[in-house]
Every structure is written in structure tokens, then in C-alpha cells.
């Protein structure tokens, strides 16, 4: 007997207080009472507020955590094949003692015939347990289908918008590979464009200092020619008379300006023609190295 009251009390743990079943994918609310989640579901479709069908505390938000314990639990119930009518005592009111066979509409809740007839039940509305059940298993059903159809569009939107991404993502792709090839175009066309002005500029510059150097020459050899006609004559002057007299009257020393025509080269760098200008060509070598009608894979 103590064995067959052990189990009974033990099943009851395992019974939705709205289908009076085992749990089937068992949830709890904020208060700590469990029930199926399509029961708890159907319960609150019908009502304004969020509540507990035992103790009607209010729930702000439909916050149903699944109880993976006590779902293993009835697992293992339904293992063993307990035998059903021993969960029937929970058909009962402890209070009454008399079997919960009617459901109150009102107060959403299990009732015995002597509940019914009670001050806090009076002017309710009463259904059998079994077609209270129907009705609200049908709304449970609605709410599935409804629920599956909202999962499928989600799923379909899902595919999409993953579609999406990865329609970006090569987009991108296919743009990075277009940029990084004009810009390395662009690159050498300035590389050349420069290896060629600095070849000019080079060449500029030879040509310059040459002339330069030939005039700097041309300007030493005159100023040894000098120096040296200046020392000659320093020497002779600081020699007594009748030797000086001698000696110039024989040379007979004569300084001329004839071909003493000395200048400065002129040559100058043009160095505008590197500047200005050079921005200009560059410019214009750069629009013309992309070609006419080009478009990058984003253009319109």
C-alpha cells in the first residue's frame, strides 16, 4: 500500500495542472509552476494578461524556461509504463475529496461539483474537463499552425538575407580586385612617367654643367695666363734701375685687353617645365590610362 501511495504522490509531480498528463515539453514560469508549454499557451491566449493558471501571478513577459529535469523525469515515467489511473488522484480536490471533473472558464482552473456551487465560483462559467480540453487543444493547434507558418517565413527570410550577405561579400570581392588592378596601372604609369623626367632632367643637367665647365676652364686658364704676367712683373719692378731699364726696354712689355673677354655661363635649369607643367602631363597620362567607357563593377 505505502508503495503504491509513493508512486501516486510521485506521478502527481509529473502532471500538467491544465491537462492533467504528463508534461510534454514541460516549461516553467516565473512562480515556479510547470505545465506543457502548449497548454500554458493556450491559457494565456485568452487572457489579457500573462498569469499562472494555479496561483495567478502575473507575468510580465511570456518568460517560459524549459525544465530539461523534469522533462527527463517524465521520460523516464513513460520507460516504466506506469499504469495511468494511478495518476487519477489528481483528479481529485484534497479539500472536497470529490473528483475535479468540471473547468472554470473565469478563473481557468480545475473544479470539483462542490467547487461550483461555492460563493467564489458563483455567476462563472463551467465546461466538462473533456471539452474544455478539445477547446483549448484546438487553440493550441491554431496557435501551432500559426507558429509554423511564422517559422517558415522566417526561414525564408533567413536564406535570403544570408543570400544577401554573400552577394555583398563577393561583390566586394570582385571590387577590390578591380581597384587594386587599375591602381597598380596607375602605378606604373607614374613609375614610367617619372623614370622619364628624371632621365630628361638628367640630360638637362649634363648638357648645362658641360658648357659651364668648358666656360669655368676657359676663365682658369685666362686668370693663370694673368697670375703669372703679374708676377713677372712684381719680380722686374723690385730690381735696381739700371737692370729694370735694361731688361724692359728689351722686352718691351706691353699689357692689352685684346682677348682678355671673360662671361659668365648663363645656362639656366627650367625648372617650371618640371613643375606646372609636369603636374598637367601627369594628370592627363592618368585619365588617359583608364580607358574610355570603363566601369567599375558597383557603377550604375
Known sequence: MASRLQAESWTEELNCAICLEFFTDPVSLDCGHNFCRSCVAGSWEKQEKNSCPVCRKVTVERNLQVNGALAKMVEKAREFSLDPTQTAVKRQYEKHREDQKLFCEDDKKLICSICRDAIEHRGHSFLPIDEAAEIYKDQVKSSIASLTQRKETALQT????????????????????????????????????????????????????KRMKTNLREVQGKLESVEQELSELQTQIGKDALTFLQEESAANRRVSDEGFDLSVCEAELPVAKYQWPLKNTVWREIIDSVSPGTRLPFSP
Do not use: C, N, Y
Open 158 to 209: 533567413e536564406a535570403k538575407q544570408r543570400e544577401k550577405i554573400s552577394q555583398v561579400k563577393e561583390q566586394v570581392k570582385s571590387v577590390q580586385t578591380h581597384v587594386t588592378a587599375k591602381f597598380a596601372k596607375l602605378h606604373q604609369s607614374l613609375t614610367d612617367r617619372e623614370q622619364r623626367v628624371m632621365g630628361d632632367l638628367r640630360q638637362r643637367e649634363e648638357e648645362i654643367l
